[in-house]
């Protein structure tokens, strides 16, 4: 049972197009704290999403089409693959009444940003958001409450953005439980691609090259993983559809640091070759460093 809130919800109605693991957690966490909406909306093309949605009580509403369930929402969250985000924005725009903020919570901004930007409207403010978490898991039934705890959200409103609504969201998300930091956008896509794009174009092409060998050796890779490999396989089970739409949208800032990343291999590679036992040490060493900073800094 949902307690009484102890301070006034922020929206009379919030409305969240695709209520998959990012989605369907806002909702969780909605509706546990009664401070975000008095109204929860969900919204999904797929039947099967919404009729799922719906056995779990995660909204109030259950909608099918975006319109209907942007037009008297006070806020609209964009939860869709990266790809759709543009798209189903510049659907629903033309139906927000003024003064409701659209948001999303794309893993890349740029792309998305100027994709939108032809259809926003300026009594409609704009802010784009990224909640650094999330699991290998997707759709309805991934989500839980709890998901955003301690976490970063990434907020990157544009220049012209209303500074008020952006303090709303910000507050928005702290009530979710997540820690902010307001970014430029194309800071934001650097950032992202070395701390999560990467790792998980690494991961992918480790499980493939890992997949790709001979019969009997793929069996004993299957066999004998051990933990490294198995955190390997583990991001490598996120969602493909989601995963394609962000290499394609930051393909710049991924390839760049892709490419650094190659020459410090490189560099790794011809420490081993000629046995340079100073440098190979000094990356291991850099890399627990880093893994301490994580933990002090509650990242892991």
Request: aromatic content about 6%.
């Amino acid at each position: 049972m949902t307690e009484t809130p102890t301070v006034p919800p922020l929206f009379g109605t919030l409305a969240v197009i695709g209520p998959g693991l990012i989605g369907s957690s806002i909702l969780r966490r909605a509706q546990r704290d009664g401070t975000i909406a008095r109204e929860l909306v969900a919204c999904d093309i797929d039947p099967a999403v919404r009729q799922r949605v719906t056995e779990l009580g995660i909204a109030d509403r259950v909608e099918a089409d975006p319109l209907r369930a942007a037009a008297d929402a006070d806020c609209v969250i964009l939860c869709v693959p990266v790809g759709a985000i543009a798209t189903v924005g510049a659907q629903i725009l033309p139906v927000m009444k003024p003064g409701a903020i659209l948001s999303e919570v794309g893993s890349t901004k740029q792309s998305i940003i100027n994709a939108i930007a032809p259809a926003l409207r300026p009594d409609i403010p704009f802010v784009p958001t990224h909640p650094m978490a999330g699991t290998e898991y997707s759709g309805p039934d991934a989500g839980f409450a709890t998901l955003f705890d301690d976490r970063w959200c990434l907020l990157t409103p544009l220049e012209d953005t209303d500074p008020a609504a952006t303090a709303l969201m910000e507050t928005m998300w702290h009530r979710l439980g997540a820690r902010t930091r307001i970014m430029d956008p194309a800071h934001h896509d650097r950032v992202c691609a070395i701390v999560s794009h990467l790792p998980h174009l690494l991961a992918f092409t480790i499980c493939g090259t890992a997949d790709d060998l001979a019969d009997e050796t793929r069996s004993e890779v299957l066999d004998f993983a051990a933990s490294g490999f198995r955190d390997f396989t583990r991001i490598a089970a996120s969602d493909p559809v989601m995963w394609r739409d962000i290499f394609l949208n930051n393909r710049e800032a991924l390839l760049e640091m892709l490419a650094r990343f190659m020459e410090d291999a490189q560099a790794m590679a011809r420490a081993i070759r000629w046995g340079d036992e100073d440098f190979i040490v000094d990356r291991i060493e850099r890399g627990r460093h880093i893994r301490r900073s994580l933990l002090e800094n509650r990242q892991a």
